[in-house]
């Protein structure tokens, strides 16, 4: 990996610079495809992309493929994906927000009403590799936040089905609308509906720079959660690291996508030494080796500090999906930290202990965007209406105040409605 002394003239690198013109081109004209022609387009570009020939007749998932996943699929396998979906149930079961209500000394009830959206899409990536851990990190916060209508869309294997442990874990969850749509087809169709996919309110879910840039290009027409592109992650370390554990956490996410990016920021030229031979030597026993390399190659830098405030200001600017924090005391150093997706404290914190099991989203915001957006979380599943209801003693003491006040922004009408509650008061008074 290259070492880069941490000057000030450095430019950190971020993972996908929002992708180039040509894949934001391409994205608009799937989309506008599949605006326009529905299934028909979603067929081609499937075919185009996936390399499979489904009619949108296939496109659903029927109960006959989810039995026969189940048949392929052993029990230990089954355990394991019920005990991290109780993890995760339970760390978002903590996040609910309740509507609620006050009300004051004259009677005026002010509120906050929280209502699930109606019918939400979830993006499950599926070209490079399958994800059913990112089916748990979607579908269980919109549960948990009561969404009545789940579908799912992902795009097919090479024989035109989904993996297998995909399909178990769509169903251990309920998830009855399963469609084998994937890239920006599978996004466009979610937002515009198509002749077999009836359109939802939000789409949430990660994938490739195409993923991205539909839901950034979809959003508008419906709601989006974040954009949680290609993974990333940045160790920050001290002398103390264990060289080993770092390379293997960078390689982790390196082997996600050539775009991944994986880095390094340290005050230590020793530990940036042995890591770079670390991360040489682990590359070359991955089977996802080109992908990984890619990575490192494009994407990956280890950053060598003069000063521990340095290195913090880096991360920050950075502003990493995740973070792992290899330090001394990761502790004392995390109120230092600003920016970031999810941040993993001490030398047990294994960044993929998060991707799988231990209960926060995975779903993160990248390439910066966490200076200010979270994790995907309940909050992102419902929608809040404000409620208001004055009281005749509050329209009484404030009425001329507010009537005031619109006359200030020379509404007129705004005014009278407000005095016509006075006038009706005071006629009434003296009737
Ligand atoms: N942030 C997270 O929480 C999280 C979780 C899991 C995965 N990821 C990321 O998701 C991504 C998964 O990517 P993937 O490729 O494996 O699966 P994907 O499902 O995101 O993308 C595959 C689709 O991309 C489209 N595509 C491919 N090449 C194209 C081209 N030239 N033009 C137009 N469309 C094209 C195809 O439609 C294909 O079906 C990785 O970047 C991974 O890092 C992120
Ligand atoms: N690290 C990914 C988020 O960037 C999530 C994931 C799913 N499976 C493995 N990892
Ligand atoms: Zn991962």
Known sequence: MRIIPLTKDVTLKRSIDQGTDAQREAVREIITSVKNEGDQAVELFTKKFDGVALSSSQFLVSKDEIASAYNR???????????????I???????????????????????????????????V???????????????????VAGVERIVMV????????????????????????????????????????TETIAPVDKIVGPGNIYVALAKQQVFGTVAIDMIAGPSEIV???????????????????????PMASAVL?????????????EVADQLQSLPKKDIAEASINDYGAIYVADSWNEA????????????????EGPWDVLPQIRHAGAIFLG???????????AGPNHVLPTNGTARFSSPLNVEDFTKKSSIISYSKQAIEDNGKKISAFARLEGLEAHARAVEYRLQTQSQQKNQ
């Open 89 to 123: 149930r339970d760390f978002h079961g903590r996040q609910v927000q309740q509507s609620w209500m006050t009300t004051k000394a004259d009677g005026t009830i002010l509120g906050q009403k929280v209502t699930p959206l109606d019918a939400v899409g979830v993006y």
């Open 154 to 193: 992902s795009p097919p294997q090479k024989d035109g089905t989904l993996n297998d442990v995909v399909l178990v874990t769509a169903n251990e969850l309920g998830v009855e609308e399963i469609y084998k749509v994937g890239g920006a087809q599978g996004v466009a169709a979610l937002a515009y509906g």
């Open 73 to 87: 699929v052993d029990d230990k396998t089954i355990e394991i994906i019920r005990e991290a979906r109780d993890n």
């Open 312 to 327: 913090i200001a880096a991360v920050n600017e950075l502003a990493p999906e995740h973070l792992e924090l290899m330090v």
């Open 125 to 143: 990536p599926g070209g490079r590799a399958a994800y059913p851990s990112t089916i748990l990190m979607n579908v269980v916060p919109a549960q």
């Open 265 to 277: 920021v340290t005050n230590s030229s020793k530990l940036a030494e042995a890591v770079s031979e």
């Open 235 to 257: 160790v920050l370390a001290d002398a103390t690291a264990e060289p080993s554990y770092v390379a293997a956490d960078l390689l982790s996410q390196a082997e996600h996508d």
């Open 347 to 357: 030398k047990y914190s294994s960044e993929p202990v998060g991707d799988y099991f």
